[in-house]
């Protein structure tokens, strides 16, 4: 690990400031936040990431949860995905997003892991991870040893001739799938951007994976009030029952009246180049009854556009399982 000057923030605006000095605050930015350190670091430890300063939030006052008055809820930057899974408005409002952080890493990661760290996770991409092979996001121009090389693991939608990497946050795809808002404090003020619009695919440009520019700093994600009478599910398939990431995964959001789906929400995870909401499922889904010919057109409308590599064909069809096994779950017994 290259050496590295640690400070520590106390305020925001310190915060910002700060972080403002880097080039970028996308693959290689000088200088980085640090806030659990699950992903960073093992990054520092890989030479991938190799920052000349750290600033630690974690004494930045971004750790509560709160209702806000319109129903819905805020989340600090800095709540660790322990307490954010096990919160009683999460678990009974948002119960996805419950789920989908508790089937990811491990107790001792989620008790360390923040919302802002969930969210800007870095893609477990073997090549990426390894300093001696080619990789365009590491490595602007360098190549991607994934397309030709080992890819089983790798994304089928959203991908570019550039990198197939997969985002590989579970709590992401849960927050797709609520339309959740990212709030950042940024060196010209405040902004909001919607879940959808944060992540970026790679197109030619796949050393940038989000919005966020030098200084940027994530405050808080704020959450509409959930849908009367919703039915949700987060459903993850894996190699393994624990500790592992998606190879499919989906997060369901449903209304369901007189056997009629009245609305829906779905987002995939494990094939996507970022969290993957589909809107093809959702139209194929709302207005119609809950049965599992309807289930099976929203899959295939969801993984229309997939574009299997070399190895991770299977993926197109453990994905639409995965969404259709989801919506018979989530609407059994409505
Ligand atoms: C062995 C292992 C298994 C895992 N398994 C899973 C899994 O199954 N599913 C899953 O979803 N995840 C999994 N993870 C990933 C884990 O969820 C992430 O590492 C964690 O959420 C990152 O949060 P953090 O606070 O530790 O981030 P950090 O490592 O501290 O930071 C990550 C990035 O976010 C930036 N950052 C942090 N806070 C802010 C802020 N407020 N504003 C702007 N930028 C900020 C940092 O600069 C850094 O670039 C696993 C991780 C490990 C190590
Ligand atoms: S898929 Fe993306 S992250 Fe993986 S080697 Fe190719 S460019 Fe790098």
Same mark, same amino acid.
């Given at each position: 690990?290259?050496?590295?000057?640690?400070?520590?923030?106390?305020? +925001?605006?310190? #915060?910002?400031?700060?972080?403002?000095?880097a080039t970028?605050?996308?693959?290689?930015a000088e200088i980085?936040?640090?806030?659990?350190?699950?992903?960073?670091?093992?990054?520092?430890?890989?030479?991938?990431?190799?920052?000349?300063?750290?600033?630690?939030?974690?004494?930045?006052?971004?750790?509560?949860?709160?209702?806000?008055?319109?129903?819905?809820?805020?989340?600090?930057?800095?709540? /660790?995905?322990? %307490?954010?899974?096990?919160?009683?408005?999460? /678990?009974?409002?948002?119960?996805?997003?419950?789920?989908?952080?508790?089937?990811?890493?491990?107790?001792?990661?989620?008790?360390?892991?923040?919302?802002?760290?969930?969210?800007?996770?870095?893609?477990?991409?073997?090549?990426?991870?390894?300093?001696?092979?080619?990789? +365009?996001?590491?490595?602007?121009?360098?190549?991607? #040893? #994934?397309?030709?090389?080992? +890819?089983?693991?790798?994304? @089928?939608?959203?991908?570019?001739?550039?990198?197939?990497?997969?985002?590989?946050? %579970?709590? +992401?795809?849960?927050?797709?799938?609520? =339309?959740?808002?990212?709030?950042?404090?940024?060196?010209?003020?405040?902004?909001?951007?919607?879940?959808? %619009?944060?992540?970026?695919?790679?197109?030619?440009?796949?050393?940038?994976?989000?919005?966020?520019?030098p200084?940027?700093?994530?405050?808080?994600?704020?959450?509409?009030?959930?849908?009367?009478?919703?039915?949700?599910?987060?459903?993850?398939?894996?190699?393994?029952?624990?500790?592992?990431?998606?190879?499919?995964?989906? #997060?369901?959001?449903?209304?369901?009246?007189?056997?009629?789906?009245?609305?829906?929400? @779905?987002?995939?995870?494990?094939?996507?180049?970022?969290?993957?909401?589909?809107?093809?499922?959702?139209? =194929?889904?709302?207005?119609?009854?809950?049965?599992?010919?309807?289930?099976?057109?929203?899959?295939?409308?969801?993984?229309?556009?997939?574009?299997?590599?070399?190895?991770?064909?299977?993926?197109?069809?453990?994905?639409?399982?995965?969404?259709?096994?989801?919506?018979?779950?989530?609407?059994?017994?409505?």
């Amino acid at each position: 690990m290259k050496t590295f000057e640690l400070t520590r923030a106390n305020d +925001n605006t310190q #915060a910002v400031s700060a972080a403002a000095n880097a080039t970028t605050a996308q693959q290689g930015a000088e200088i980085r936040f640090i806030a659990g350190g699950t992903t960073l670091i093992d990054l520092m430890k890989l030479n991938v990431e190799t920052p000349q300063k750290l600033i630690d939030v974690n004494h930045l006052p971004l750790g509560k949860i709160d209702n806000l008055p319109d129903g819905g809820l805020t989340i600090g930057a800095m709540v /660790r995905n322990s %307490d954010l899974a096990y919160h009683p408005v999460v /678990r009974k409002n948002y119960a996805v997003l419950s789920e989908a952080i508790l089937s990811g890493a491990s107790a001792q990661l989620r008790n360390m892991a923040t919302t802002a760290g969930n969210l800007l996770q870095r893609t477990r991409c073997m090549y990426f991870r390894d300093t001696a092979t080619p990789c +365009n996001k590491r490595e602007p121009g360098s190549g991607c #040893a #994934a397309i030709t090389g080992v +890819n089983r693991s790798l994304a @089928i939608l959203g991908t570019s001739e550039h990198c197939i990497a997969t985002n590989p946050s %579970d709590m +992401n795809v849960a927050l797709a799938a609520l =339309e959740a808002t990212i709030h950042i404090r940024g060196t010209k003020g405040e902004r909001s951007v919607p879940i959808g %619009d944060f992540h970026l695919v790679p197109g030619d440009t796949p050393h940038r994976e989000t919005v966020l520019e030098p200084g940027d700093l994530i405050t808080n994600v704020t959450l509409p009030p959930p849908a009367p009478g919703n039915r949700s599910l987060y459903l993850k398939l894996r190699d393994r029952a624990s500790y592992e990431f998606a190879l499919a995964s989906a #997060a369901i959001i449903v209304t369901v009246a007189n056997g009629r789906m009245t609305r829906a929400r @779905i987002a995939l995870g494990g094939v996507g180049t970022k969290p993957w909401r589909s809107t093809e499922a959702e139209r =194929e889904l709302t207005d119609q009854l809950a049965t599992p010919a309807v289930f099976q057109k929203a899959a295939d409308a969801a993984l229309r556009d997939a574009k299997p590599q070399s190895q991770n064909g299977f993926k197109v069809e453990l994905a639409k399982r995965c969404l259709v096994h989801a919506l018979k779950l989530a609407t059994q017994n409505a």
